[in-house]
């Protein structure tokens, strides 16, 4: 009977051991392996198609939403968090000289499309990304306000530049490429930046495909602390700091 029981035992010491094995550490948010997808502007008639890509590969991206264009796409709205995915703030208007005429009218343009989504959605958020990236017209004064306000900035750290190839899909691919080999070389997490508007659908699939098959990992920005902009930016990968 002893010998049964500490037999037992030891078959539950040793699942407990490899169940232990089994579990990987969690990644650190600037972990080179992640990817944070964003994409700015929408939502308009191409984000449904994209999506399409999205919900395809099941990746979770960050839609950071143009006031203008809520109007007539709350469907979508609600599309993009049915499916998983994380909606931030990104002003009413994409002009850059309204938008940065003074603290306050960044502040109220934020202010405004963050109580559109709240209307919508029910979803109350502060991720923001400023038009352009807070490099474009953030003067400490901003930085003030916006952080008074409780908004947190976020820019990124790979530009497809889809705005500007449009559709020459290979440029935009080569282009996301060579910015993640370069990150990882770097031991930094990659944020990308994309756009509803000029994001083709198969440039996305391209790009999702070539990430997976080298083994990065796709994650919104969910939760994830500190926020990376251009004048805070991630510090390389360090193995104590866990990812929420």
Do not use: C
């Amino acid at each position: 009977m002893m010998k049964r029981v500490l037999l037992l035992m030891s078959i539950f010491l040793l699942i407990g051991s490899l169940s232990q094995a089994a579990i990987p550490d969690p990644k650190v948010y600037n972990d080179p392996s992640l990817i944070y997808l964003t994409l700015d502007d929408g939502p308009n008639w191409k984000t449904g198609k994209l999506l399409d890509v999205l919900k395809k590969h099941q990746v979770k991206a960050t839609f950071f939403i143009l006031g203008k264009n809520i109007e007539g796409n709350e469907h979508l709205l609600h599309r993009i968090i049915a499916e998983g995915h994380l909606i931030a703030l990104h002003g009413m208007r994409h002009d850059r000289d309204e938008f940065y005429e003074t603290p306050l009218t960044a502040v109220r343009q934020m202010q405004e499309v963050q109580a559109l989504i709240y209307e919508v959605t029910g979803i109350h958020t502060n991720m923001a990304r400023t038009i352009y990236g807070s490099d474009a017209g953030m003067s400490p004064a901003h930085w003030q306000a916006m952080t008074d306000a409780g908004f947190e900035i976020w820019d990124w750290n790979v530009g497809s530049l889809d705005h500007v190839y449009k559709k020459d899909n290979a440029r935009v691919e080569q282009r996301v490429f060579d910015r993640l080999e370069a990150n990882r070389a770097a031991n930094i997490a990659s944020i990308i930046l994309a756009h509803d508007h000029s994001m083709t659908p198969k440039a996305l699939d391209t790009i999702i495909r070539y990430a997976k098959e080298r083994d990065y990992e796709f994650r919104t920005l969910e939760g994830v602390q500190p926020v990376h902009n251009f004048s805070d930016v991630w510090e390389p990968h360090l193995s104590e700091r866990a990812t929420p």
